[in-house]
């Protein structure tokens, strides 16, 4: 293996591409999207500015903004095949699951699917982010046994995300909340669902494709699937939990406390330290505030016995906990901010495309003879 330095499990270091869209500083815990810093945008942005940022690299102007919030609203509809599917879907099934699949069937329905341009391609995009969030209100509906309700399209994409869900207006607080969530989920360098999405677009395959796939590569517990994660985890605690044992006996047993830890920030995550502050006052709100409190025991433990710190996906899942939400649409919500960024992802890379295809080093053996099935042992 010595004659291979540049083999790398896990890529850790590699720099595959280069991007416009959002910039990292893992020792510093900095984040920006476009050249706004993080914080900035969490503050005084919204998720349709963010989305035009990523999609631009720059801000709107108000006509702009209008227009882009006056498609992303006329969009949000889904076509009657993909609501069929979502009325027929099992119950039981993971939202992400269902997710992935309706988002691959909205390519049935698309009249430009094939159509590479980028200005169709960034079409699409918009209508793919607009209706995410319909789909993901739509299926948690049908679980629960209840009526889909069809988009307000008074408002934001938080404000009618919410709607979907719960089948109210909701507040403006729960609206900003959400908001906040969008914004600070929406875009986050070479993370694995992205690199799944930009790999897709190299074969110069379509938008839909490249975020089905992306949608799969979130799935899992140790990327966007952790923020659920979290959550079981703190509902499995009760008040007399001794919470330093029991992230001791997890971490002698060599298990991953989910949440924490990155391949990018060796310090605490800047999305961990906002989403932190609407957890502690969220909680609070709703009194369950015990939820933020194990979480910053947990933070402590963590801290002393790994230094390792929490990123997105530990303070969310109290966020989105004190808001009313199921935990298994946590790992779906992600998907739903991500889906600027992934296609965000995709515009550029069809800019400036070439197909991705690394070597393999082969470890097996060589030169073998062959022999009929008959005479193997
Ligand atoms: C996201 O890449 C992105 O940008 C992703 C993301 C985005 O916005 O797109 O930020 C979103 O995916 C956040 C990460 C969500 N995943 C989790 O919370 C799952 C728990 N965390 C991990 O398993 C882990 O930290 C990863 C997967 C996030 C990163 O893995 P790495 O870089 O491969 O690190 P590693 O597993 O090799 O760990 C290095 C060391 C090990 O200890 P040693 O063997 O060196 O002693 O740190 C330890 C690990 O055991 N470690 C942990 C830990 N994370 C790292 N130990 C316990 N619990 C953890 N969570």
């Not at 009657?80 to 691959?104: D, F, G, H, I, W």
């Amino acid at each position: 293996l010595s004659q291979y330095p540049y083999l790398d499990k896990g890529l850790e270091g590699i720099v595959a591409f280069s991007s416009r869209k959002s910039k990292i500083d893992g020792a510093k815990g900095e984040l920006s999207y476009a050249g706004y810093d993080i914080d900035t945008l969490a503050r005084n942005s919204t998720f349709e500015e963010v989305c035009f940022l990523l999609w631009h690299e720059r801000l709107p102007n108000k006509q702009e903004l209008d227009e882009l919030n006056a498609t992303l609203t006329a969009e949000r509809d889904l076509p009657e095949t993909v609501l069929n599917y979502l009325r027929s879907a099992n119950p039981k099934s993971e939202p992400m699951a269902v997710l992935r699949t309706a988002v691959s069937m909205l390519a049935d329905d698309d009249e430009e699917v094939l159509e590479m341009s980028h200005e169709a391609s960034l079409r699409k995009s918009i209508r793919l982010t607009a209706k995410t969030p319909t789909i993901i209100a739509a299926f948690d509906r049908v679980r629960n046994g209840k009526e889909i309700v069809a988009p307000s399209k008074k408002n934001s994409i938080a404000f009618d995300f919410l709607y979907m869900l719960n089948g109210e207006e909701p507040g403006e607080n729960a609206t900003r909340t959400m908001d906040v969530l969008l914004i600070t989920h929406a875009e986050h360098g070479m993370n694995a669902s992205t690199f799944t999405c930009r790999s897709i677009c190299a074969t110069l395959a379509d938008v839909h494709a490249a975020v089905t796939g992306a949608i799969g590569s979130l799935k899992g517990p140790l990327h966007g699937g952790a923020n659920t994660a979290v959550m079981n985890m703190l509902k499995s605690l009760d008040p007399d939990t001794d919470i330093v044992a029991f992230i001791k006996g997890k971490l002698e047993r060599k298990e991953k406390i989910m949440g924490f830890g990155h391949r990018v920030y060796k310090t605490y995550d800047p999305r961990a330290k906002f989403l932190r502050l609407l957890a502690q006052d969220l909680s609070k709100e709703v009194d369950m505030e015990y939820l933020y409190e194990w979480s910053e025991a947990i933070v402590k433990v963590m801290k002393e016995e790994k230094n390792i710190d929490p990123n997105v996906d530990f303070f969310s899942a109290t966020v989105y906990y004190s808001m009313g939400i199921e935990p298994d649409l946590y790992t779906a919500i992600f998907a739903m901010a991500r889906m600027s960024g992934w296609t965000a992802h995709y515009l550029e890379q069809l800019g400036n495309n070439r197909l991705i295809r690394p070597r393999l080093l082969y470890l097996g053996e060589t030169d073998l003879e062959y022999f009929p099935v008959e005479s193997r042992s």
